[in-house]
């Protein structure tokens, strides 16, 4: 690791020594083993600037992945504990001397609907010691009546009269922001290719589209799981599915492409969480590498996306235009709609930071 890396391990399987934590240090934990986990950087980054240091909990093997590979910084220190280890010693010392803990991924303790299991546990906490919770999708608190203003989201919120506080996490380390490569136009897509899946078949209609009005000069890379068997065999040349890779391997994928497709569909019920109850990942990094997307006006607006720093599209039909719209680009729009994107991501940041200032305090 590129900082200092505690070892908690020994010391809780044999009883022994427990974790020094001075009344500056803030824990993040991560206690999800699957999913959430890039949003660990950015939280990190905002408690560093705000002068604390930082204790992270995340599962041993997002380190090995690369979650950290782009973020140094003397005031972090890395925990190698299995999530059963975590929460044993949570249960036994609490929050012992430090200022307080963020957990990223709320709910995922019991699993429940509710935020009853994450205060119980820290219920021995002072009263200037800190317990901040990350929402990633509001509907059952918001609808049994457990949310609260003071839970963390992503975004701000649109379903009911819920409210929350937003500390959006878009930084990841050093990135490289590149720009538009002046060949072959690589869009970058991360979920399963799947052919019952209803937005594949979109991307693999467009990108027919495109093929039969002779524009060619593009590729689609794929981070996620999923085969060519579904695409017809005259468009296969524009996929390059890569499957599951590790961050490491993300981060450099989103560098060297020019588009992020979320592929998001407006005509799919299920997709309306990205617009009211909850987000996506793809969004932090389309931020955090200001990279501009290809995005459903109706799911636009709210995530911070515009025709200053995205190309909008009205609907499924109009995807393949964009795309061809994209390909056709040239550097300096493209370096516009960058700065543009990184002009709201600064907003965004600072008003985070603020926000969890006042969390903090």
């Avoid at 249960?91 to 963020?102: I, P, R």
């Avoid at 878009?170 to 990135?175: C, D, L, S």
Wanted: charged share 25%; with cysteine.
């Amino acid at each position: 690791m590129l900082t200092r890396v505690k070892g908690w391990l020994e010391g809780l399987f044999a009883g022994g020594s427990v974790p020094t934590l001075s009344p500056n240090t803030f824990l993040v934990w991560e206690p999800c083993t699957h999913s959430h986990a890039e949003v660990v950087p950015g939280y990190v980054k905002y408690l560093l600037d705000l002068g604390f240091d930082v204790s992270v909990l995340v599962t041993p093997r997002r380190y090995e992945e690369g979650l950290f590979s782009r973020f140094e910084d003397s005031r972090i220190t890395f925990n190698r504990l299995p999530q059963r280890a975590i929460r044993r010693y949570f249960a036994k010392h609490g929050l012992a001397q430090a200022k307080g803990v963020l957990i990223t991924t709320a709910r995922k303790i019991s699993g429940g609907d509710t935020y009853a299991a994450e205060r119980a546990l820290f219920a021995e906490r002072s009263a200037e010691q800190k317990l901040l919770l990350v929402e990633h999708d509001v509907k059952q608190p918001a609808d049994n009546g457990s949310f609260s203003p003071d839970i963390i989201t992503l975004r701000r919120i649109d379903y009911g009269n819920a409210a929350s506080t937003v500390v959006n996490p878009h930084y990841f380390g050093e990135v490289r922001v590149t720009p538009k490569n002046p060949g072959t136009v690589t869009f970058i897509t991360i979920g399963a290719l799947r052919g019952k899946r209803r937005n594949t078949r979109l991307l693999v209609d467009a990108v027919s589209a495109l093929h039969e009005r002779g524009i060619r000069d593009f590729r689609i890379t794929l981070i996620g799981r999923g085969s060519l068997r579904d695409v017809p065999p005259a468009v296969r040349q524009y996929f390059d599915i890569r499957g599951r890779v590790d961050f490491s391997g993300m981060y450099a994928a989103v560098e060297d492409a020019d588009f992020f497709l979320p592929l998001l569909d407006p005509d799919n019920a299920r997709h309306d969480r990205y617009i009211t109850t909850g987000t996506s990942g793809t969004f932090q990094l389309i931020y955090g590498f200001a990279k501009p997307c290809l995005i459903a006006a109706r799911f636009a607006g709210i995530n911070g996306f515009d025709s200053a720093n995205s190309l909008v599209y009205a609907d499924n039909a109009d995807l393949a235009v964009a795309m061809g719209k994209a390909v056709a680009m040239n550097q300096e729009s493209y370096g516009r709609m960058q700065l543009s994107l990184q002009d709201f991501a600064a907003r965004l940041y600072a008003e985070s930071l603020e926000n969890l200032r006042r969390l903090t305090r």
